[in-house]
């Protein structure tokens, strides 16, 4: 990663996945952020002005729709990049991504230790 500290903020509510992707970032570089429960999510994220929120989609009782909506819809949010980090098929996470202007997607089922790399294609 060259330039500037990048800053990426993971919403996830799966504790170990969270640490790694953080431990991953962080010794790449980044600034890491995280949230573990989807209250709060968007009052964070307005907040702490990620470039990147890597976000779990399936967390229980993560209005993923309404979530990704306001981001698109706030004016503050406009150059934020949105990875989908879910454990799903990655053609349903690609269907997502295109329905709803999401930049990206990463499947759990991937090799964890390329989402730096991931995200750094992103700048």
Known sequence: MSGEKRKVMIVDDNIINLMIAEELLVNH?????????PHGCVAKLDYEQP????????????PADDVIE???NSPDH????VVLYADMEAEA??????AKDINGY?????DVTRLPEFIDRFF
């Open 29 to 37: 570089g980044y600034d890491v952020v995280k949230i573990s429960a």
């Open 78 to 81: 406009e150059d934020l990049i």
């Open 93 to 98: 996470l690609e269907k997502i991504c295109h």
């Open 106 to 110: 990463f499947c759990k089922s991937m």
């Open 51 to 62: 470039d990147v929120l890597l976000i779990d989609i399936t967390m229980p009782r993560l």
């Open 70 to 72: 306001a981001i698109r």
